[in-house]
């Protein structure tokens, strides 16, 4: 891991760091995925394995008819760090 | 007693975010007259809530989360918010971008994390009890390095409707209490299914694989792993040995996969964080920071919002789940994690319980593993299992090193706190 990897990374990630943050972090980086990569061992044991017992599982909810438009909009609107009336107020893109 | 005292009693330990001007009940019920603090990253409508982060500055809770509805509904007083690492990333609350909260037993050490304020203010007696956010041990660490009870329930057993995600495949709800019953009383209260969040279970989801039969398991390996500290080895012993006393039958046991929990929670946990993290951008709430264009509000935004902590794991999560990396580390953290939870379960159907310290050494000093995130890491060791296996913890009060407490941590199968709740009872005397 380098820098330049981190940079990218971070410009993945939506988040604005320096050169010299990347640097400590691709150092970082390595130390942590070095320990983190010792999984690579266990997998041949796992494969093949159902995860049946496993407590994840997919729930879908049930097609139903919602709430009435709009009993949220004010309470979400009034989160808003820019709006104009209604809308969340952002930036011009074209 | 009153917010100002509340104030002045913590002044040394910062343990709360805000102590609430106007605590009042709001029903009658199991909890009416227990004064309850709660961590930052749990909605209570009307009230700030930030999960210890510049990026939620200003933001004021819009709905309750469904515990507080149920706490409120109990007739619990809510006197505060407490610190905690930045969005429940740490192990010492050194992360909180509003200042370390102090271990109420020794000022110059942490109070654990993430959730250590919660711990603290039960620790010091700024409120009966608290809650908070389980993901990798952030209830239990914390509840043994300040000498409290700290549960962790079964993944679904709470709803998370209204708790700031890290980890949604981890995260969990659940309470600190002085004692295991108090604990018990909390627990009961906010548990049950609920149409806001999915992922809850019921009474039927996990049937009993045995009946209780007062059975302990001990990982020995897994206990003597390398970093453990002489104090907490002879604790454990200690400990056992009290058990012992108590009639248990203790066991020792092989679960060869368990040392590779805490590489394959450091892997699915950052990139389910980077997910769920991904909303904070400056356009829904909280800071704003402006820039050249609208891509790059969110650049600044979340550049200047996140601590140094939480763009880690940001990016950190980024790298396993881009393409390339995805099959050699998630896709294989994923696998293990299969491999782990069906050793655990096998397990609970020749033992009621299994033991192990909850945490490999007592409260380290201020700033002592500041710049060194991976001895940081290490801390959770015998915490994450019970998350990436969704099984039930609680980590118990057991002695002291000098001044600083000491837990022992009991996990059980799903759905099974019931069983934690006799041991610790018994094990506390209670």
């Not at chain 1, 049946?52 to 309470?75: C, I, Q, W």
């Not at chain 2, 990333?89 to 942490?110: C, F, Q, W």
Request: net charge negative; proline share 5%; hydrophobic share 40%.
């Amino acid at each position: 891991m380098d820098a330049d990897k981190v940079l990218k990374l971070a410009d993945l990630g939506r988040i604005r760091i320096s050169r010299e943050e990347a640097e400590k972090l691709s150092h970082e980086f390595d130390a942590i995925l070095k320990y983190v990569g010792e999984v690579k061992s266990v997998v041949p044991a796992a494969e093949g394995k159902s995860p049946v017992d496993f407590p994840l599982r997919n729930v879908m909810r049930g097609d139903t008819k919602g709430h009435e438009s709009g009993v949220y909009s004010e309470a979400l609107l009034s989160a808003l760090p820019a709006r104009e009336g209604s809308y969340v107020k952002v930036k011009k893109i074209l | 007693m009153t917010p100002d005292e509340i104030r002045s009693k913590d002044k040394g330990i910062h343990a709360f975010l805000e102590v609430f001007e106007d605590p009042k009940s709001y029903g009658e019920g199991s909890l009416s007259g227990k004064r309850i603090a709660i961590k930052d990253n749990i909605l209570f409508e009307g009230h700030r809530a930030g999960a210890a982060s510049k990026i939620l500055e200003g933001y004021v809770a819009s709905y309750d989360a469904t515990v507080v509805k149920k706490l409120k509904e109990a007739g619990a007083i809510i006197v505060g918010r407490t610190n905690c690492d930045e969005f429940a990333m740490g192990s010492s609350t050194e992360n909180s971008a509003y200042g370390v909260t102090k271990n109420p037993h020794d000022l110059e050490r942490i109070a654990g994390g993430s959730s250590g304020g919660s711990a603290a203010a039960v620790a010091a007696g700024l409120c009966d009890v608290a809650l908070g956010s389980d993901t990798g041990g952030s209830i239990r660490q914390p509840a043994a390095l300040c000498g409290v009870v700290g549960l962790k329930p079964t993944y679904g057993r709470v709803s998370r409707h209204g708790l700031i995600a890290l980890a949604s495949s981890f995260d969990q709800i659940g309470p600190f209490a002085k004692t295991v019953t108090e604990a018990e009383a909390i627990y009961d209260v906010i548990k049950g299914e609920d149409p806001m969040d999915s992922t809850t279970i019921s009474e039927e989801t996990y049937p009993k694989a045995k009946e209780f039969s007062k059975t302990i398991g001990i990982p020995k390996a897994f206990v003597e792993s390398e970093g453990v500290s002489a104090e907490v080895k002879k604790n454990f012993a200690e400990s056992v040995e009290k058990f012992r006393s108590l009639g248990y039958t203790i066991q020792e046991v092989e679960l060869p996969n368990l040392k590779h929990a805490l590489p394959v929670y450091y892997i699915i946990m950052p990139a389910e964080a980077s997910s769920n993290l991904a909303r904070f951008d400056g356009v829904k709430y909280g800071l704003k920071k402006e820039g050249k264009s609208g891509i790059d509000d969110y650049f600044e935004t979340r550049g200047a919002g996140f601590g140094p902590e939480t763009r880690r794991r940001i990016i950190l999560g980024t790298y396993v789940l881009s393409s390339g990396y995805y099959d050699e580390y998630y896709g294989k953290a994923v696998a293990a994690r299969a491999l782990i939870t069906e050793e655990l379960r096998k397990l609970f159907q020749k033992v009621d319980l299994m033991l192990t310290p909850t945490t490999p050494a007592p409260a380290w000093k201020v700033g002592e593993k500041e710049g060194d995130p991976l001895q940081m890491y290490l801390a959770d060791i015998f915490t994450v299992h019970a998350n990436i296996s969704g099984a039930p913890a609680i980590s118990l009060p057991s002695g002291f090193a000098g001044n600083l407490p000491l837990g022992i941590e009991l996990t059980a199968d799903l759905g099974r706190e019931d069983n934690l709740f006799i041991a610790g009872k018994e094990f506390m005397g209670e």
